[in-house]
């Protein structure tokens, strides 16, 4: 009788302890890996992000939109008041916002259309990665 209880109470901290995590889990996270899928194969008809721009610090060679590398970093900068999750946001969904200095305004403009939040979580979190 006394073995069921205690086992009953083990069961039910764990379940408390699993609770909780599942707490701390459900804040809304990105997904990397579907991230980086999306930035190196584009999704639906929208252009894969590595078109034009590269992700790896020591890159040679021309693309048309600014290296990636450090971006999250550099994202904390860019404006005033923003956060770098917003920021990387706002460059994906509304490019032609703010221009990155030296670059011009080509990025592709359409991707508010094609990604859902999801999506969006996802590309940000890879973006971190790099
Ligand atoms: C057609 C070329 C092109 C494509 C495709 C493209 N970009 Fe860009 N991107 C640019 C250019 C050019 C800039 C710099 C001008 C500007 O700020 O809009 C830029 C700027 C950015 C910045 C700001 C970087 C900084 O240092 O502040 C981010 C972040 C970014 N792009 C992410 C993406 C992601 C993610 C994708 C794919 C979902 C993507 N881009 C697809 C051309 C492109």
């Known amino acids: 009788m006394m073995v069921t209880f205690m086992r009953y109470c083990a069961m039910l901290l764990m379940m408390l302890l699993l609770a909780g995590c599942g707490v701390t889990d459900s804040a809304p996270r990105g997904d990397s890996a579907h991230g980086e899928r999306i930035f190196r194969e584009g999704l639906n008809d929208a252009p894969p992000c590595m078109t034009?721009?590269?992700?790896?610090?020591?890159?040679?060679?021309?693309?048309?939109?600014?290296?990636?590398?450090?971006?999250?970093?550099?994202?904390?900068?860019?404006?005033?008041?923003m956060t770098a999750d917003d920021y990387l946001r706002q460059s994906i969904l509304d490019p032609h916002r703010y221009l990155v200095p030296g670059y011009r305004s080509i990025m592709y403009p359409q991707y508010a259309t094609v990604f859902n939040d999801q999506d969006v979580l996802d590309i940000i979190a890879f973006l971190r990665t790099l």
């Open 52 to 81: 034009c721009h590269q992700t790896a610090a020591n890159a040679t060679g021309f693309s048309l939109g600014p290296n990636l590398a450090g971006v999250a970093e550099r994202a904390a900068t860019r404006i005033d008041g």
